[in-house]
């Protein structure tokens, strides 16, 4: 029989740690797995026998010494066993809840993990001012909150809970499942009594005895300064409740109204200013609107079309108490017909060079 090369088949050195093997072994795993679509058997088989000797010290190090022919290698009267789940009769067993701890969804259990309510997404529209200076918004939203009678207990007010003869009180219960690497055992939650180890004598007629109550809550939601269009904003346990869990998450995606003559920059707000052609050459002063208000601003003379001028701190506020700039981008205004006066000035100060 030709010698298996167990470093190969798991795609790792001959040097490799036990990490490296041991999570190249599970991405092998996954991908070969029977119960799925793609998977094959004969390599996961492979895959897991290479393993069983890579993965333990003592035979990967009886494995480097004398290599397939080893005692603990596959084939022969001495090979891997998959009836007896071990090499030989040995009683060699895969850490299954270690190995595939990544894998819940391909097995049907993995870990336990922490119950939790649902999340919840929602809009809300902002005006361009409230999105640069922050707000605060109340928001309505119907959804299921911890009963209030019963406080989520799930029982009448007075009265007494009992242990849960599902679970015998420990909220769990455990569940033994046959593969071809040998019987495992999960543990879910008991739908029972919703993981609590105990269910009450008498219902909260007001949940029917879940603790959880479909109402309408009221949120006050804060706005930060300087959000921008598209942001998400997590606000945590504002989601659904569920039995005996921890409520989920409200995430709140913002968008932004566009204003119609002030843009943004990062932290730099800008506008646009007609400017009259004479001014431009003299200079003058004008009135700008920023979002703080109305600002006077001095034209210096023989400013160029397109030029910036500079506001300083009456941008978009952030970090700590700081703020950007406004900066008033001049527009030079030509015009489109000159008298008959104006255009003799024009042809003067041309002849002057002008």
């Not at 030709?2 to 790792?12: C, E, M, R, S, T």
């Not at 040097?15 to 070969?32: C, M, P, T, V």
């Not at 200079?283 to 300083?312: C, F, Q």
């Amino acid at each position: 029989m030709a010698q298996k090369d167990y470093y190969n088949i798991l795609g790792v050195e001959k040097g490799a740690s036990k990490d490296e093997i041991k999570k190249a072994f599970r991405k092998l795993a996954a991908q070969h797995h029977p119960d799925k679509k793609t998977g094959d058997e004969s390599k996961f088989k492979e895959v897991s026998e290479a393993y069983a000797v890579l993965g333990d010290e003592k035979k990967r190090a009886e494995y480097d010494a004398y290599g397939h022919a080893f005692s603990g290698a596959g084939g022969g009267g001495g090979g891997f066993n998959w009836a007896q789940g071990g090499f030989g009769g040995q009683g060699f067993e895969f850490d299954i809840s270690d190995i595939f701890e990544n894998f819940g969804d391909v097995f049907g259990g993995g870990r336990e993990r922490q119950a939790r309510g649902r999340d919840i997404s929602i809009d809300v529209e902002l005006s361009f001012k409230e999105s640069i200076f922050g707000t605060t918004r109340s928001i309505l939203l119907t959804k299921n909150n911890t009963c209030n009678e019963c406080e989520g207990t799930g029982a009448k007010r007075g009265t007494e809970t009992v242990t849960c003869s599902t679970c015998n009180g420990n909220g769990k219960v455990r569940e033994t499942r046959q593969s071809i690497l040998g019987s495992f055992t999960t543990v879910r939650e008991c739908a029972t009594c919703s993981g609590r180890g105990t269910v009450p004598k008498e219902r909260c007629g007001h949940c029917a005895g879940t603790g959880v109550h479909r109402s309408e809550s009221e949120i006050e939601m804060k706005i930060p300064a300087g959000i921008q269009n598209g942001e998400m904003i997590r606000m945590t346990g504002q989601g659904e409740a569920a039995p005996n869990s921890t409520p989920g998450d409200l995430y709140v995606k913002v968008h932004v109204k566009a204003d119609d003559f002030v843009k943004r920059d990062g932290n730099t707000l800008i506008r646009t200013l007609p400017v009259k052609l004479t001014d431009a050459l003299l200079g003058s002063t004008y009135a700008v609107e920023t979002l703080d208000g109305t600002v006077n601003i001095k034209i210096p003379a023989g400013v160029k079309h397109g030029e910036l001028l500079r506001i300083k701190e009456k941008g978009v506020p952030y970090g700590n108490k700081r703020r950007g700039d406004f900066m008033v981008k001049l527009n030079v205004e030509i015009p489109n017909k000159l008298s008959r006066s104006a255009r003799k000035l024009i042809e003067e100060l041309r002849e002057e060079g002008i």
